[in-house]
């Protein structure tokens, strides 16, 4: 039971889901939310009420006769209406929290069953908030979102609407608290650089005064949702092992945010509003509205066991891939072969090979459509008959009958201006301020008009069924700055808003054409990692680091986000690759789906002897890949791109456990694990020994190289 005393706010209800315990609190008819783990419900000590004894208050306290409590209600309704007063307390361009319009929605009713909680609000005008929260049972998190309706009779402006908030972060310290912030900072061909600062260091310790608000926003505001940041934000009390964490399920732009004002912090997301991204939406009479959801939870125990939670949600979410695609085949990408200039006679040679590798994919990617000699132009997707003299059909057929599947590379989103497609139809793509918006030489389908759609069913889906392609890999280099026009005034961001939505319908229009279709994700790379976009692909790209060192680093924290089925890694042999190269590269595949580049046509017998080795050792690892625990127990110091030290990377699952490692400048001889197993397998340089007895040994290390070993305990 919840010890009710020592709760700040009265409990107006609470529910157990799984190990989770959530806590409805109440002041003026408004609920906030509160969620621990259900063990510890009887841990939460007395918090303090006020500050008026402390170095800073006492003298003001005393003579104004005023307390300054030591915390204030927040409610789980984040939102703003066009003329509402903004927060006090300098929140103004800071946060959109606590504005005027949340007192305004009084709690209606409340409904439960076994897997969900409905809280509906009102404002007794006829607007109302219902707040949704539903348990993913399998994952132990749980999914949240908001939605505004409009039965006032007349349209209003919503300015903020957050898909979550939860508050009294955390119940388990009874004065102002600490902890730390956990978030992952990625760029191009950097995915996923994690960063972990204390409250302090991330300047939201609460003032003197318990005034003054605190807050860390931040987001994506164009067409990709990974960049800059990783859409995830977590908090952790570790004076009492608990991790709160959330990550916003959306195609797009989104928002995530820190937050407090007294004691408390408070975690919130959704979409941008109106202050960070001029984001506001006219709400029709009778119409509703809500943003993306997001995956919620806390745990008992450390950020890497939300992480395993996170990546169980979205294996629940997203397991849609063709059956044919479960067991992690090997998918085979020319791109790091050819770099753009895929023909019969640069893939015939690789295709002879592949067979041997047990490879069933060959992936031809960005360039099969362009003539040689000339310009690559994006969008008319018409065969390039000098690459394929006797017929892209004939080539597709002639992977089938080796036993491997054929794909294609597509960056259907755009096209170029020098295309016929652009020339003959300016109106297909999105405007800005009356003109064609551009980026470089490119130009984005407005995908909220029907001709776009049935401009790619002939150019592509046709094109897909007419070859067999079994295989298609989408990119997204083209990145839509701030939105665009539309015939209804609605503002640029909503726009770009409903633009993502309509490219996300048009995926499950492929989904409804093509079913067997394997569907890759790339946006240059790992732009699209996201909980949403795994959602829409079998697999998604997780970086455009095809062959440098910062490979398995980024691999490495790319996992703990993103289930193994989904993440994809590149491992480029060459036919100068040392023992030590290979091992390294091919190492790194083991860290999710290893995807295969390069030349192994040009390999000698040793070297091709290294690369089926490492797939034989694949193919064992695939049972702890699927959904196993993920610990990173070291990792790189310095740059990525030019690391020192080594790495090791941990997955369990029930009685195995997969132990990769990689060497950078400067490592040691010898690395010593905790643990214990019987090694069932290994993939290992040559020297390089493992034992295991009473702790896991690697030694004759040496720079820069990598293997792995796979233990049965």
């Known amino acids: 039971m919840i010890n009710m005393k020592n709760m700040p706010f009265p409990v107006y209800s609470s529910f157990v889901f799984g190990d989770t315990l959530l806590i409805y609190f109440e002041k003026d008819q408004q609920l906030g939310l509160a969620m621990i783990p259900a063990a510890m419900a009887d841990l939460i000590p007395e918090h303090r009420k006020d500050l008026k004894d402390t170095v800073g208050c006492r003298d003001l306290a005393r003579q104004s006769g005023y307390p300054f ?7 789980l309704v984040q939102l703003k209406l066009a003329g509402d007063p903004w927060a006090l307390q300098n929140a103004a361009g800071l946060s959109m929290r606590n504005s005027g319009s949340c007192p305004r929605f ?75 912030v956990h978030r992952f900072l990625s760029s191009w061909s950097a995915e996923c650089r994690p960063e972990i ?139 790091c072969s050819t770099w753009g200039k895929p023909g019969v006679k640069q893939i015939r040679p690789i295709l002879e090979k592949l067979p041997e590798l047990g490879a069933k994919y060959l992936s031809l990617d960005a360039g099969w459509f362009v003539e040689e000699g000339c310009k690559s132009v994006i969008g008319d997707w018409d065969e390039a008959k000098s690459r394929y003299p006797e017929g892209l059909a004939a080539f597709t057929q002639e992977m089938l009958d080796k036993g491997v599947t054929p794909g294609v590379w597509f960056e259907f989103e755009n096209a170029n201006i020098n295309s016929k497609v652009f020339k003959e139809h300016p109106e297909y793509f999105l405007h800005l301020d009356g003109e064609v918006l551009r980026i470089g030489e490119s130009v984005c389908f407005n995908f909220e008009k029907p001709e776009v759609w049935r401009y790619l069913d002939e150019k592509m889906i046709a094109m897909l069924r007419k070859n067999k392609f079994g295989y298609m890999k989408v990119d997204y280099n083209v990145v839509i700055p701030c939105g665009s026009d539309s015939d209804d005034g609605a503002v640029p961001a909503e726009v770009m808003r409903r633009h993502t939505e309509a490219v996300c319908a048009y995926f499950e229009h492929i989904r409804q054409e093509l079913p067997e279709l394997v569907i890759e994700s790339c946006a240059s790379g790992g732009h699209r990692i996201s909980p949403w976009w795994v959602r829409f692909a079998d697999m998604v790209s997780g970086s455009d680091a095809h062959e440098g060192w910062e490979i398995p680093i980024i691999s490495a924290h790319q996992s703990l986000l993103i289930p193994a089925r989904a993440l994809q890694v590149w491992a480029a042999v060459r ?68 690391p020192s030290g080594y790495q090791v990377v941990r997955r369990e699952k029930k009685n195995l456990e997969l132990v990769v490692f990689h060497t950078f400048a400067d490592s040691p001889e010898e690395i010593i694990l905790s643990g214990n197993g019987r090694i069932v397998s290994s993939f290992l340089p040559d020297g390089v020994v493992c034992a295991s007895n009473g702790s896991i040994v690697f030694k004759n290390l040496r720079p820069f190289s990598g293997g792995a070993v796979l233990l049965e305990r």
């Open 197 to 335: 600062r204390t409250i302090e260091e991330m300047g939201l310790e609460a003032s003197w005064q318990g005034a003054g608000v605190r807050s860390l926003r931040f987001g994506q505001f164009a067409g990709i949702p990974v960049r800059n940041f990783y859409p995830f934000l977590g908090f952790e009390d570790d004076r009492n092992q608990v991790f709160w964490g959330a990550s916003v399920v959306a195609p797009g732009s989104w928002e995530m945010e820190l937050s407090r004002r007294d004691d408390f912090l408070n975690l919130s997301g959704g979409l941008p509003g109106r202050e960070s991204n001029a984001w506001c939406k006219i709400i029709a009479p009778q119409e509703h509205f809500a943003g993306p959801c997001a995956a919620v939870g806390c745990v008992q125990g450390k950020a890497e066991d939300f992480y395993s939670r996170l990546r169980a949600y979205q294996n629940e979410m997203l397991f849609t891939l063709p059956e044919k695609a479960h067991d992690f085949p090997l998918v085979f990408n020319e791109w």
């Open 69 to 75: 409590p030591a915390y204030d209600f927040e409610s």
């Open 106 to 180: 009084k709690l209606k009713e409340q409904k439960a069953d076994a897997v969900s909680v409905e809280t509906v609000f009102s404002d007794g005008s006829g607007l109302e908030v219902v707040h949704s929260v539903s348990f993913v049972e399998e994952a132990g998190l749980f999914e949240i979102n908001t939605e505004f309706i409009n039965n006032s009779g007349k349209p209003v402006k919503l300015e903020y609407l957050a898909s979550f908030s939860i508050g009294l972060l955390s119940l388990f310290q009874s004065d102002d608290s600490v902890g730390k």
């Open 575 to 642: 036919e100068n690759d040392s023992s030590d190269r290979l091992h390294y590269s091919l190492a790194a595949g083991c860290l999710g789906r290893l995807v295969l580049s390069g030349n192994p046509d040009l390999l000698d017998e040793k070297q091709f002897a290294i690369v089926k080795e490492a797939l034989v050792f694949y193919r064992k690892i695939v049972p702890v890949l699927k959904d196993g625990k993920v610990s990173i127990p070291c990792t790189a110091a310095g740059r990525w791109n030019n």
